[in-house]
C-alpha cells in the first residue's frame, strides 16, 4: 500500500484494489495453503517449519511463485518498480535456500522487512525522492521483529543479521547488477 502511496502512477482506484488484492493472495493466502497441505501431507510437522530440512520444500515454492509473480508485474509498464519487488523477494528466498546447504538457518521475517528497506531505499534513488522516515519506520519494525524472534528462541543473532542483510542488498543486486 505504501508503493501507491508514495509513487506516481496513473493506475485507477480500482486497478490499484485489484493489484492489492492479488499481492495479499499470492503472499499470504498462496503460502499459507502451501503450508496447510504440507501439513496434512506430514512433509512438515507444525505450521512454523524450524529445521532446514523443513524449511526447503516451502521455500523452493515461493522463490518460484514470487520469481513468477514478479515476471506478470514487470509486463505491465505502470507496474516494473512493483515487480522489483517480488524479483528481490524472489532472489533472497533463492539465497536463503542457497544458504541451507552450508547449513545456515536465517530470519525470513528479517529478510521480508530488508528487502523492504533494500527497496524503498531504491525508489530514493531511482525517484530522487526521500523515503527516509518510511525507511527508518521499517527499521524499527524490524527491531522489533528481531526482538521478538530471539525472546521466542526462533532464531540466533546471526540468523537474523544474515536474513535482514540478504533482504537490504537483494533489491539492490537486482537493480544494479541486472
Known amino acids: 500500500m505504501l508503493y501507491f502511496l508514495l509513487i506516481p502512477n496513473n493506475l485507477s482506484q480500482d486497478q490499484k484494489l485489484?493489484?492489492?488484492s492479488l499481492i495479499f493472495i499470492v503472499s499470504y493466502l498462496f503460502p499459507l495453503l502451501v503450508l496447510i497441505v504440507l501439513k496434512k501431507t506430514r512433509i512438515i510437522k507444525n505450521y512454523q517449519p524450524e529445521s532446514i530440512k523443513e524449511r526447503k520444500l516451502p521455500i523452493a515454492l515461493m522463490t518460484i511463485v514470487f520469481y513468477l509473480f514478479g515476471n506478470s508485474l514487470n509486463s505491465i509498464p505502470n507496474l516494473r518498480d512493483l515487480s522489483l519487488l517480488f524479483h528481490a523477494t524472489s532472489l533472497g528466498l533463492f539465497l536463503?535456500?542457497?544458504l541451507f546447504y552450508l547449513k545456515?538457518?536465517?530470519?525470513?521475517?528479517l529478510l521480508s522487512l530488508g528487502i523492504s528497506v533494500g527497496f524503498f531505499m531504491v525508489l530514493s534513488i531511482d525517484y530522487a525522492q526521500s523515503f527516509t522516515i518510511v525507511i527508518i519506520m521499517i527499521i524499527l519494525l524490524a527491531g522489533l521483529s528481531a526482538s521478538a524472534r530471539l525472546h521466542l528462541k526462533a532464531h540466533t543473532p546471526k540468523e537474523i543479521y544474515v536474513g535482514f542483510f540478504t533482504g537490504v542488498l537483494a533489491p539492490?543486486?537486482?537493480q544494479y547488477l541486472l
Do not use: E, N, Q
Not at 104 to 109: G, R
Open 18 to 20: 485489484t493489484i492489492l
Open 96 to 98: 536463503i535456500y542457497i
Open 104 to 109: 545456515i538457518k536465517a530470519s525470513i521475517h
Open 172 to 174: 539492490f543486486c537486482l
